[in-house]
């Protein structure tokens, strides 16, 4: 049957995208993925990321798909700079048919430890040496931030919806981690991992509240992804004691992270709404101690 063709499930040509955070890491992989599939991105990220050279590869790789990419730089921290986003898109666009909110970020303690094996002295000056303005950025990045953009831009994510919904159009993907999930780390992640877990209830939040424009909001909860943030394979990664132990024993690549988009941002995942989906490798099933 035609309509169970891969390729009208997952179809995505033509479709408008918002990607943040598309300048590296999950964010790039994205991007990568819609516009290898004929979609349009605007991809977002930090005036001082290389916006420019990343939309000069994407639009390289759209040359035979019909996928494109256009720039913005913006700082998701400021709820005036995401209007100004959302103003601009709606400048250009009459409906937007996803918002892939991805940009995140990750504040350690200035004074770290190996929080498995460390003594309560060195645990408590660790812990105590985070700082107040640490874990206010990493909420209003990490959390706020995927409100306001939802937010400014769904008068245009309702407009895709109220055309396609049963093609999956209208939907808000938010980027989580497996860290909401469980803290089976050598490193004190608690500023993230709570900002996470905190993003993983807004998924239910947002999908309860525009279920009525039947604006799709779901989630995924990556493990570990090659970023700025994680440095895979780079000496000195203070994860690398942990890659083995993931059951799929590697990190995440580009096919893992573009392919659970994919299939939510289309028509084979048009039924999928207000829940998050763990893309980790069997991660946390160490947490559950099913080894």
């Known amino acids: 049957m035609s309509q169970l063709n891969c390729l009208n499930l997952f179809n995505v040509q033509g479709q408008v995208a918002v990607v943040t955070g598309g300048s590296s890491g999950l964010g790039l992989m994205i991007c990568k993925?819609?516009?290898?599939?004929?979609?349009?991105?605007?991809?977002?990220?930090l005036p001082s990321d290389p916006?420019?050279?990343?939309?000069d590869e994407l639009n390289k790789l759209g040359s035979e798909t019909g996928g494109s990419a256009f720039g913005?730089?913006?700082?998701?921290?400021?709820?005036s700079s995401i209007q100004a986003l959302a103003q601009e898109i709606s400048n250009r666009e009459t409906h937007l048919d996803m918002l892939i909110s991805n940009a995140g970020i990750r504040r350690d303690p200035p004074v770290q430890c190996n929080v498995l094996t460390a003594s309560i002295?060195?645990?408590?000056?660790?812990?105590?040496?985070?700082?107040?303005?640490d874990w206010e950025k990493t909420f209003r990045v990490n959390t706020t931030a995927h409100y306001f953009l939802s937010v400014a831009l769904l008068p245009l994510l309702a407009a895709a919806a109220a055309e396609g919904r049963d093609q999956g159009r209208g939907v808000v993907v938010i980027t989580s981690s497996c860290a909401s999930m469980h803290n089976v780390t050598n490193v004190d992640l608690t500023s993230y991992a709570t900002s996470k877990a905190a993003t993983d209830h807004l998924v239910k939040l947002l999908a309860a509240k525009y279920h009525r424009f039947y604006v799709r909001v779901v989630g995924i909860n990556p493990g570990f992804v090659p970023s700025n943030m994680n440095p895979v394979g780079e000496e000195g990664n203070i994860f690398s004691s942990l890659f083995d132990k993931?059951?799929?024993k590697r990190p995440a690549i580009a096919e893992d992270?573009?392919?659970?988009?994919?299939?939510l941002v289309s028509k084979a995942g048009a039924y999928v709404d207000g829940i998050s989906l763990c893309v980790d490798g069997g991660r946390v099933l160490l947490a559950n101690g099913q080894e």
């Open 121 to 133: 002295t060195q645990l408590q000056q660790s812990m105590w040496s985070s700082n107040e303005t």
């Open 72 to 79: 913005f730089p913006c700082d998701l921290s400021s709820k």
């Open 33 to 45: 993925g819609l516009v290898s599939n004929g979609a349009k991105v605007y991809v977002v990220a």
């Open 51 to 55: 916006i420019n050279e990343v939309v």
């Open 257 to 263: 992270i573009a392919g659970t988009v994919l299939y």
């Open 246 to 248: 993931v059951p799929a």
